[in-house]
């Protein structure tokens, strides 16, 4: 069913770290809502954005089931930690809001069926925060891969490398967050690469886990930290292979010595290659008997794709709204992001047991 309005109330639950750097400026940014609520066990961190963002006729909550029953909230977005989502996403649902949960979507696909099913039942839209898909070189890599300009993609790579970045805030370290870099950082890079090659089909995944750097973290972006501090996984690594026979290599590490790769995919075709340097794009191929590499202009008016560049955090909730006004299918379609959970579900499964696992 539709559900048009001017202008849309959206509160939003858990107000650390990316509510700060994503929700509040990209709703802000977004003229066809009104930041109304703001929730937090902590309730002094949901008035620290009051005051940072000046948002005015804003309603400080520290208990969501509270906050729910104002009949005035349109939209919950949803940024506490992972092993919440599921509860909170269908509590909200229950109470007739539509959500957007941040990702990853949940702990396990069967979470995620439930908070599907729940959507289904109250006629509420769901929506996940894959953020990273709003940018010009993912859009570009997207319809690169649409009009079969790669040929036959076989091959994927799915970066979520980075150098020094070990969150330092919230859960992250103490294992309260459902693991490390795997359930942090990897889903981005996983979503984009079943994203470009449109294929949500797992056929079994073999992987490995480490915690390696937890002694090295000096040069970490966000501080140093002692060693013992770090109860999960630095470092994953998987092979997935889906049903087709493409296979999927996800590196992931929130810190590593190596160049910094995140966020990005590699691609491997027939006819072309494609990878993302630097937030850009770079295909690779021969044409006329000659190798090329060529790097389009994603600034450029005009670029082969119809979406202009716009700030990936405004563009997301812009996309929730047009869902929402529209009744049509939200741009990140809870069953992608469902699948995106059962690969990292499979991943830490097949880390633990040292088993191939199959999906
Ligand atoms: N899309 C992205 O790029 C991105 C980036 C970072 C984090 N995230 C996701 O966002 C979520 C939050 O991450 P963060 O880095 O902001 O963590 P954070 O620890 O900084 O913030 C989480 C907040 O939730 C609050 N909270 C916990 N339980 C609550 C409850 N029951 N009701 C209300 N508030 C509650 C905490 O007090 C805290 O303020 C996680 O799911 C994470 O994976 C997404």
């Known amino acids: ?77 949803i940024a506490v930690p992972n092993p919440l989502h599921c509860e909170l996403t269908v509590d909200c649902l229950n109470a007739g809001k539509h959500v957007l949960i941040e990702k990853p979507m949940a702990m396990t696909k069967a979470e995620c069926e439930k908070m599907i099913e729940t959507a289904k039942k109250n006629d509420r839209k769901l929506t996940v925060g894959f953020q990273w898909r709003y940018r010009p070189c993912a859009l570009y890599v997207k319809e690169s891969c649409d009009k079969g300009m790669l040929g036959d993609v076989y091959y994927a790579k799915a970066h979520a490398f980075r150098f020094r970045a070990f969150p330092r805030w919230g859960e992250y370290f103490s294992g309260k967050n459902g693991g490390g870099i795997l359930i942090d950082g990897a889903p981005h890079a996983l979503d984009l690469a079943l994203w470009a090659l449109n294929n949500y089909e797992p056929y079994s995944v073999k992987a490995h886990t480490y915690n390696k750097m937890a002694g090295q973290s000096e040069g970490n972006i966000w501080g140093e930290f002692p060693e013992d501090e770090l109860k999960v996984e630095d470092t994953g690594i998987a092979m997935i292979t889906m049903k087709n026979g493409t296979t999927i290599l996800l590196e992931a590490a929130w810190a590593s010595n190596t160049v910094y ?46 979406i202009q560049p716009v700030e990936p955090m405004y563009r997301e909730s812009q996309e929730f709204i047009k869902a929402i006004r529209e009744d049509c299918e939200p741009f990140v379609k809870p069953e992608q992001a469902m699948v995106v959970t059962q690969i990292i579900e ?14």
Not at 69 to 77: E, T
Request: net charge negative; aromatic share 8%.
């Open 1 to 77: 069913m539709k559900d048009v309005k001017d202008i849309y109330n959206v509160a939003i639950i858990g107000c650390g770290w990316i509510a700060e750097d994503k929700h509040v400026p990209g709703l802000k940014a977004n003229k066809d809502v009104h930041i109304a609520a703001l929730c937090d066990i902590k309730p002094e961190k949901a008035q620290r954005l009051v005051d940072m963002f000046d948002l005015k006729d804003v309603v400080v909550y520290s208990d969501y089931k509270e906050m729910i029953k104002d009949k005035n909230i349109d939209i919950v977005h």
């Open 261 to 306: 790769v995140d966020n990005t995919v590699t691609l491997v075709g027939t006819k072309a290659g494609l990878d993302m340097p630097g937030g850009d794009v770079r295909l690779t191929g021969v044409l006329n008997g000659k190798p090329y590499t060529m790097e389009p202009d994603l600034s450029a008016p005009g670029a082969p794709f119809s």
């Open 346 to 359: 499979g991943i830490y499964e097949s880390a633990r047991t040292g088993k191939e696992v199959f999906f």
